[in-house]
């Protein structure tokens, strides 16, 4: 059985190009109408989808077209012919010229989304699903189709203190929001092993990149310690806070007694703690969530973030999250959405490739620190 597909731009540009010269050639055949000048459209047609060759052999049949439609109308001998035959060869030339210049800016556009899609990963990194207990699961969609890199970020990373994570969102988009989270996700990597305090970790990394930030730059935060005997500890930067979901049902914002300033903008920061049991959930995200708004400008409720909260694992909480957000802004986000889910287990289990999660804990773990992990 033969799978019809869809055809591409630059053949449906091509065949409607081709019937434009039919029509237009019909025309120009019937007595006293001279019609030449149009067929020019039939080549900048073809340029708008398709590349230059094939707009040079739409530029031909063009230009060869005109030459029989002045012979058949008998006016070859007339100045005005000639000056829209010119006009003609013109405009196919340009279409060429065209053609090059998009299928070139294409070109670049398909390597500057692939450097994009790797630096998101390198902001962005694939996570274990688990790590001694504690089930993870993260999600990001970009708010564009066009993949316009944004500055969302995460990170979790295996201590001796706990499992430390950092979620945040780098004011602006583009390269410098790119570099700006590199450098927070740099910092932090090295604080988060070496620094006993989570609220000095937040310090040393606002020192760390205020060198690179510019006049209006700023990176809001969220740091958390997490350990699977019971206590969360959180520090704050400027960010939205954490939502804790309870086995029970019920949702709680983890806000400490103080707001902080974002990252880059202050260094004394304050740790406050929280205790979670087994079968509670952490959800860590980005403004993209909370700011998400229908087409009558409200935000996302409460309780659709609780309901998908309560999916059977972290993997469907989050999937079901995402549809929600998608559902409720009809796919029109103004905003990219990074999420972070832990849930608090009562064991042990296997990661993703089967190995025992200590093991892949230890395998994370050499990642940023090799000579601690031996």
Not at 211 to 219: A, K
Not at 294 to 309: N, R, V
Not at 317 to 342: K, P, Q, S, Y
Request: proline letters at 5%; one cysteine or more.
């Amino acid at each position: 059985m033969r799978v019809w597909s869809r055809p591409s731009p630059g053949h449906v540009a091509m065949v409607v190009a081709a019937l434009w010269l039919v029509l237009f050639g019909v025309l120009d055949a019937i007595p006293g109408l001279i019609v030449i000048s149009l067929f020019a459209a039939a080549p900048l047609i073809v340029a708008t989808a398709a590349d230059e060759r094939r707009t040079a052999i739409f530029a031909g049949v063009t230009v060869m077209l005109a030459i029989a439609a002045g012979w058949w109308d008998g006016v070859t001998d007339d100045m005005n012919y000639w000056t829209r035959f010119a006009a003609v060869c013109v405009i196919s030339a340009m279409a060429i010229m065209m053609a090059g210049m998009r299928r070139r800016r294409e070109e670049r556009l398909v390597r500057m989304t692939a450097v994009a899609q790797a630096t998101q990963l390198a902001l962005l990194p694939p996570l274990p699903p688990e790590m001694t207990g504690i089930s993870i699961a993260a999600r990001y969609r970009s708010a564009t189709r066009e993949a316009s890199v944004g500055g969302d970020l995460y990170e979790i990373i295996p201590t001796g203190h706990g499992i430390r994570v950092i979620i945040g969102d780098v004011r602006g988009k583009g390269l410098d929001a790119i570099l700006l989270a590199r450098h927070v996700l740099s910092a932090f990597r090295r604080s988060a092993v070496a620094v006993p305090a989570m609220e000095q970790v937040a310090g040393e990394v606002s020192r760390a990149i205020r060198p690179h930030l510019g006049e209006e730059d700023f990176v809001t935060a969220v740091l958390a310690q997490v350990t699977s005997c019971g206590e969360l500890t959180i520090v704050s930067c400027g960010h939205h806070p954490p939502l804790l979901r309870h086995r029970s049902g019920g949702l709680q914002p983890l806000a400490g007694a103080t707001t902080a300033l974002p990252l880059g903008l202050e260094d004394d920061f304050t740790a406050f703690t929280a205790s979670w049991s087994p079968g509670d959930r952490l959800l860590l995200y980005t403004d993209g969530l909370v700011e998400s708004r229908d087409q009558h400008g409200s935000f996302l409720p409460e309780d659709h973030i609780a309901a998908a909260l309560a999916a059977a694992d972290c993997d469907q909480a989050l999937d079901t999250l995402m549809t929600a957000v998608h559902r409720h802004t009809g796919g029109h986000g103004h905003d990219d959405i990074a999420l972070l889910l832990l849930e608090h287990g009562t064991s042990p289990r296997s990661s993703a490739d089967g190995r025992p999660a200590e093991v892949a804990v230890k395998t994370l773990a050499a990642r940023w620190h090799p000579a601690t992990s031996r």
